[in-house]
C-alpha cells in the first residue's frame, strides 16, 4: 500500500470539529458521547461483573474511537 500525501494528511492530521452549518461535526461526536455512555450503563445494568462484561465495554470503547474517527474525518483539516 502506498499513501499519497493527501492520504497521509486526512488520516493523520487535525481534524478540527465544526460547530455550525449542515455538516458540523460537534453536535455528533456530542450525540455520540451521550449513547455510548447510555449503552455503558445498560451494560452494566445486565451484565453481572465478569470478564465478559469487561471485554465488552472495552470493545464498546474501541466502537465509540472509530465512531468518532468516522465523524472527525468530514471535519476540514487545520
Known amino acids: ?3 499519497n500525501q493527501h492520504e497521509i ?3 493523520f492530521g487535525f ?3 465544526t ?3 449542515a455538516n458540523a ?4 461526536h ?3 458521547r451521550q449513547r455510548f455512555k447510555e449503552f ?3 451494560l452494566d445494568d ?3 461483573d465478569s470478564r465478559y462484561l469487561s471485554l465488552a465495554l472495552t470493545e464498546l470503547e474501541n466502537a465509540s474511537m472509530w465512531a468518532h474517527k468516522a465523524v472527525a474525518q468530514d471535519a476540514p483539516l487545520e
Open 25 to 28: 461535526t460537534a453536535p455528533r
Open 1 to 3: 500500500m502506498s499513501l
Open 15 to 17: 481534524h478540527k470539529a
Open 19 to 21: 460547530i455550525e452549518g
Open 46 to 48: 445486565v451484565c453481572p
Open 40 to 42: 455503558a450503563q445498560y
Open 30 to 32: 456530542a450525540d455520540l
Open 9 to 11: 494528511e486526512e488520516r
